[in-house]
Every structure is written in C-alpha cells, then in structure tokens.
C-alpha cells in the first residue's frame, strides 16, 4: 500500500471496519447493509443490498479517488464477485485464488498433519454410522459467523455437495490475529475468545457472539505454547496459501492442544477487540505509518444482543437513554475510546428474531467478569427495549 489516505471498505457490516480506519488515520467510505448510527464522523457510508450495487458504486466512486478498497465479512464467500472485483481494484486482502485454497478442508488439514501439527480430521458430507454419531459437526464450505454449523447425529447417507464434515473436539474458542506483508512475512497480532451460541439463537449452536481479549498474551509457559503452536500452523500454511494483509484463525483449545477450525481470510470482528486493548490501528500495517500504543491493562468484551422475538424499534427510539441506563454514558464514541453499545440501528428498524441488535461492550479484569457483566447488561438491555415497545 502506498501513501494514500483513502480507503474504501465494503461488507454485510462495515462499522468496525471504517473505525480501524479511522485510527490509522485514513479516510474512509463504506458500502454496507445496515447503515447503523455509529460509523465514523465524515464517513460516507452507502446502503447496499446487492452485488451489482456494490460493483456499480465502486466504479463511481473510483473515478474521483485512487484509494484501496478493504472487504469485511462475507464478500470473500462470493468467489465471481471478488475476481470481478480485483480485476478492477487494488484490495487489500488475500486474494481469490489464495480464498479457494482457505476453503478447502481437505487441504489445510492435509499440510497441518505433514507438518505434525495438531489437526481435526475431515471427511465428505455424507451421512455418519450409528457409531460415531456426535462425533463429528457439519459445516458449509462456505460460511460466516458459525450460521449453518451442526452437530451430526444422524446415519443418513445423503451426500451433501456444500459441506464437509469436520472432526468434534470440545474446548474453548479462541481466534488469532495475523497480518501477512507482500512480503510474506507473517506476525501474530493478538488472540481472543471466542463467545459461541446464546439463548436468542437455539438453533444456531455454533454461532459467534462475541469476543473477549487479548488472551494468550502472558509468559507463562502454557500461555507460550499457544501463541507458539497457533504460529507455527499460519506458518505451515502460508507455504501453500499467499495469505495478505489481515487473516484470523479460529482455533479449539482442547486438552491445552490448540486445533484450527477454520480460517478467516479477512478483517474479522476480534480486529476492533484487539485494536481497543492494546490501543493500536492494525491498518497502519499497510504502510510506514506509526501505531499508536498506549495499552489498557484490561479485558474488553463485546457480545451482539440477537432478537429474541419479532419487534420494531419505535420511530422515538433513544439510544442515549439506554446507555446512560446500562453505563452512565452518550452512546457516542471517538476511535480510541470502547463504546457502551455498537452497531447501532435507526428508529423503526425492523426485526426478525435471530437478527442482530446491537453490540454491547464491557471492561474488566478477567474473561470470567467480561462474560459476566455482558451477561447482565444483555438482560438489562433486553428489559429496557420490552419497556419501549
């Protein structure tokens, strides 16, 4: 990435995303399919619902500025959309050929066993023995945010094109921040938790929640092992994978053994978690420019509040009154502060249940009070919107 201040980010939600930018100290516009309250100050952010309109207005936008272009969640699921995309524009990612590799299990757990590295078996989608049923969850291969993911409990010996099968280990959920150069130098950025399932989503079991971070990050020698193990896999698997820019792994600790679930080959939501801890703008790794640090000693924790039932927000809606009721604060916040609540929606939005809300933030000491405190500030926030509606 050269010099230049701009930069355009695009994806099912790009909130987060455009604050990074912000603290890399960018210019930033955005496409997006929520349009909540909170993007930056300044930020132009275009309501986007399809492909095409995303294409057409980038190639407006692109006539007026000679920025690069960041994908957010999902978009890397649409292999035709982002070759037709980086056909035309300078993005920021792994590319789509680097994509289809991520994407196949077979592969990664092929180079993690050669590697002798911990890895989960995989197999095709087709059905599971009376003997092994449980044993193994059933995944699309192409996916965000845990939606579609299911234990395998049944014999049926249906093959199922669109899934894989993949080894169950039970164990904390933990993500991995890496960032790739052109290079193909590969640094580890941080580590958080992951927030799997809630009582809004009985029928999402593996669905992400949340995060809570940064984790792994002291020098005890099992906190070493990790960050060592979780290194060497995005190692082994930058030898077959040109991975670029920022990347995630999902990875299961079992047993104090860390196994690879999948890879994200993007910004994903642990980013802004990360960035707030250590007080650092992970997009300023695209260039020479210098990363603020000013680390907090504490944990952040973010949980999505998902819709419980069918509601709308009335037309009278005040996001201020929740947060003064939950933290005492504005929902307003600048680009290094943690929020009280994110992702916020207008007045008279719509939901079904399983949508997302809003994001709820908390700081605390340890993962067990952030976990807690979420917690209670869920239900808090669940009474206040009953009180309104």
């Known amino acids: ?45 275009q309501l986007i619902s399809e492909n095409e309109q995303l294409f057409s207005g980038l190639k407006e936008l692109q006539k007026n ?47 993690l066993f050669e590697a002798n590295l911990p890895s989960l078996n995989v197999r095709d989608a087709c059905g599971s023995d ?21 234990r ?27 960032f790739a150069s052109q ?48 290194k060497q896999m995005a190692n082994a698997l930058s030898k077959q994978i040109e991975f670029y820019g920022l990347f995630c792994f999902d990875f299961i600790v079992s047993q104090n053994v860390p196994y690879l679930v999948e890879i994200n080959p993007r910004y994903s939501a642990s980013v802004e978690v990360l960035e707030l801890a250590l007080q650092q703008s992970f997009l300023q790794l695209f260039s020479d420019r210098k990363m603020h640090c000013n680390a907090s000693h504490k944990l952040i924790g973010k949980s999505i509040l998902y819709a419980w039932q069918e509601f709308e927000l009335p037309s009278d809606w005040d996001w201020n009154q929740a947060t003064h009721e939950l933290a005492g604060k504005n929902w307003e916040y600048d680009q290094w502060s943690v929020p009280v609540l994110s992702d916020l929606p207008a007045p008279g939005t719509r939901f079904s249940t399983g949508d997302p809300i809003c994001t709820i933030w908390v700081e605390q000491e340890n993962i067990q009070s952030c976990c807690e405190e979420l917690r209670k500030r869920i239900l808090l926030l669940k009474r206040i919107m009953e009180a309104h509606y």
């Open 152 to 178: 395998v409990r049944s014999a049926s010996g249906k093959y199922e094109p669109d899934y894989y099968d993949q080894q169950f280990v039970p164990g904390e959920s933990y993500s991995a921040i890496f």
């Open 130 to 150: 009376h003997n092994d049923a449980g044993r193994w969850i059933r995944k699309p291969l192409a996916e965000t945010g845990g939606i579609g993911i299911e």
């Open 183 to 230: 290079a193909g130098e590969i640094k580890l950025l941080g580590m958080t938790q992951q927030l799997i399932g809630c009582d809004e989503l009985p029928h999402r079991p593996f669905a992400y929640v949340g995060s809570v971070g940064p984790v792994f990050s002291g020098e005890s020698e099992y906190e070493q092992s990790i960050r060592f193990r979780v």
């Open 1 to 45: 990435m050269n010099n230049t201040t701009d930069m355009t980010i695009f994806g099912a939600s790009a909130r987060a995303a455009c604050w990074s930018a912000v603290r890399a100290g960018l210019n930033v516009c955005a496409f997006d399919q929520f349009r909540d309250l909170d993007f930056p100050a300044g930020c132009d952010v």
């Open 65 to 111: 500025q000679t920025g690069f272009c960041l994908p957010v969640g999902g978009w890397e699921n649409d292999a035709e959309l982002m070759q037709r995309l980086e056909s035309k524009f300078s993005l920021l990612n792994t590319n789509s050929a680097a994509t289809k590799l991520v994407r196949n299990p077979f592969l990664i757990q092929q180079v």
